[in-house]
């Protein structure tokens, strides 16, 4: 059986998910790490994730097949000179950061090009650090590849087999297209939601009332503006160009919806809640698409001792397993509301039923 070798440089939540996932899915592979945490390279030494552990990117990376960039991006010109000078002619070089236009830049200038893949899995955690990681995050995540023109035909192939192995989806992209898409699906909700946020912050009342009553929906729409500072602050200046015309255009949408709003403007104004009703409707419903959707039921209960527990010991009776479990307070009423998600339609299907009979009134959510 063939042996495969894959070197990381830095080993933190992302790093250290693929290096677990490889670790689970990939037979005979060999790790090779470093990171500037060297409690990171350790604790992956311990639980048998990392095979060597480097003290600096040196001759340990020199056998490797695969080579993972995944150190912060103000690294990566440092990184790419050292990498060249230890990697084999036939190490595929990739990285795991979510702008792809600057890296590429870099690898042209190192000239590496026939060698370099860009990577980005899209998957991620609010949690930080190689502890923090896990194999299963990569699990029907999209994972974006951007080779080089460069690049052979056959390692790209190689490269995607082993994505999939890995229990991800790998799409292949121009890494410009990638930037653009991105820059629409990501980093402007992100640039939006810290606005919102500021923008509710500056006009709350000395006694912060809107901050005291912010639920729903404000919550769902602003929960990315909890992300890091740091990592937005290089994401907003490796992908500025994207993100700057789109949130033109978005502006723009803005303002005619102002002007709809002065304008008492029914007809448009409904035209713009429903044509986005049933585009967000498509994301779910779409059958084409890889990833499943999510299994999940909410339930009003009564915020008292024991009404949790009624309902978990239900389904545990009926051995339907919970994926994953949270309440929402209402600060509207004395209430909360149970959020559940299941493993499966069949599951779900069987909860709500359980739910129904003893008099809750369980809702599907997206």
């Given at each position: 059986m063939s042996h495969t070798t894959c070197g990381f440089i830095g080993l933190g939540l992302i790093g250290g998910s693929i290096a677990r996932a490889l670790k689970k899915y990939v037979p005979n592979v060999e790790i090779v790490a470093y990171d500037i945490n060297r409690e990171a390279l350790l604790l992956a030494k311990e639980e048998a994730v990392a095979d060597v552990i480097a003290d600096a990117i040196d001759e340990s990376f020199a056998g490797c097949d695969y080579l993972f960039l995944c150190a912060p991006v103000q690294k990566n010109d440092a990184n790419l000179a050292a990498v060249k000078s230890v990697m084999k002619p036939d190490c595929l070089l990739t990285d795991v950061g979510s702008v792809k236009t600057a890296i590429h830049e870099a690898v042209r200038e190192a000239g590496l090009e026939s060698r370099f893949i860009g990577g980005h899995p899209m998957a991620g955690s609010e949690r930080v650090g190689f502890a923090s990681s896990k194999s299963s995050l990569l699990e029907n995540a999209y994972y974006i590849l951007t080779p080089t023109a460069a690049v052979p035909p056959r390692k790209l192939e190689d490269y995607r087999e082993l994505v999939a192995k890995m229990g991800a989806i790998p799409l292949v992209l121009d890494y410009r297209k990638h930037d653009y898409v991105t820059a629409a699906i990501s980093h402007l909700p992100h640039v939006i939601a810290a606005s919102l946020v500021n923008l509710v912050r500056e006009h709350d009342s000395e006694d912060g009332i809107m901050k005291m009553v912010a639920a729903g929906g404000?919550?769902?729409?602003?929960?990315?503006?909890?992300?890091?500072?740091?990592?937005?602050?290089?994401?907003?200046?490796?992908?500025?160009?994207?993100?700057?015309?789109?949130?033109?255009?978005?502006?723009?949408?803005?303002?005619e919806f102002r002007e709809q709003l002065d304008g008492k403007k029914g007809d448009s104004l409904y035209g713009q809640f429903e044509s986005a009703r049933v585009y967000r409707d498509s994301f779910i419903s779409a059958s084409s698409g890889p990833?499943?959707?999510?299994?999940?039921?909410?339930v009003d209960i009564d915020d008292k001792t024991g009404a949790l527990a009624r309902i978990v010991t239900l389904l545990a009776e009926h051995d339907i397993s919970i994926k994953n479990i949270g309440i929402t307070h209402n600060r509207e009423s004395e209430d909360g509301v149970l959020k559940l998600e299941f493993y499966g339609e069949g599951a779900l299907a069987e909860a709500a039923g359980l739910l129904a009979a003893e008099g809750y009134a369980p809702r599907t959510r997206a």
């Amino acid at each position: 059986m063939s042996h495969t070798t894959c070197g990381f440089i830095g080993l933190g939540l992302i790093g250290g998910s693929i290096a677990r996932a490889l670790k689970k899915y990939v037979p005979n592979v060999e790790i090779v790490a470093y990171d500037i945490n060297r409690e990171a390279l350790l604790l992956a030494k311990e639980e048998a994730v990392a095979d060597v552990i480097a003290d600096a990117i040196d001759e340990s990376f020199a056998g490797c097949d695969y080579l993972f960039l995944c150190a912060p991006v103000q690294k990566n010109d440092a990184n790419l000179a050292a990498v060249k000078s230890v990697m084999k002619p036939d190490c595929l070089l990739t990285d795991v950061g979510s702008v792809k236009t600057a890296i590429h830049e870099a690898v042209r200038e190192a000239g590496l090009e026939s060698r370099f893949i860009g990577g980005h899995p899209m998957a991620g955690s609010e949690r930080v650090g190689f502890a923090s990681s896990k194999s299963s995050l990569l699990e029907n995540a999209y994972y974006i590849l951007t080779p080089t023109a460069a690049v052979p035909p056959r390692k790209l192939e190689d490269y995607r087999e082993l994505v999939a192995k890995m229990g991800a989806i790998p799409l292949v992209l121009d890494y410009r297209k990638h930037d653009y898409v991105t820059a629409a699906i990501s980093h402007l909700p992100h640039v939006i939601a810290a606005s919102l946020v500021n923008l509710v912050r500056e006009h709350d009342s000395e006694d912060g009332i809107m901050k005291m009553v912010a639920a729903g929906g404000f919550k769902d729409i602003t929960r990315i503006a909890s992300s890091s500072a740091a990592m937005w602050q290089q994401i907003c200046l490796t992908n500025g160009s994207n993100i700057s015309s789109l949130l033109t255009d978005y502006i723009q949408s803005l303002t005619e919806f102002r002007e709809q709003l002065d304008g008492k403007k029914g007809d448009s104004l409904y035209g713009q809640f429903e044509s986005a009703r049933v585009y967000r409707d498509s994301f779910i419903s779409a059958s084409s698409g890889p990833i499943k959707p999510v299994y999940g039921i909410s339930v009003d209960i009564d915020d008292k001792t024991g009404a949790l527990a009624r309902i978990v010991t239900l389904l545990a009776e009926h051995d339907i397993s919970i994926k994953n479990i949270g309440i929402t307070h209402n600060r509207e009423s004395e209430d909360g509301v149970l959020k559940l998600e299941f493993y499966g339609e069949g599951a779900l299907a069987e909860a709500a039923g359980l739910l129904a009979a003893e008099g809750y009134a369980p809702r599907t959510r997206a």
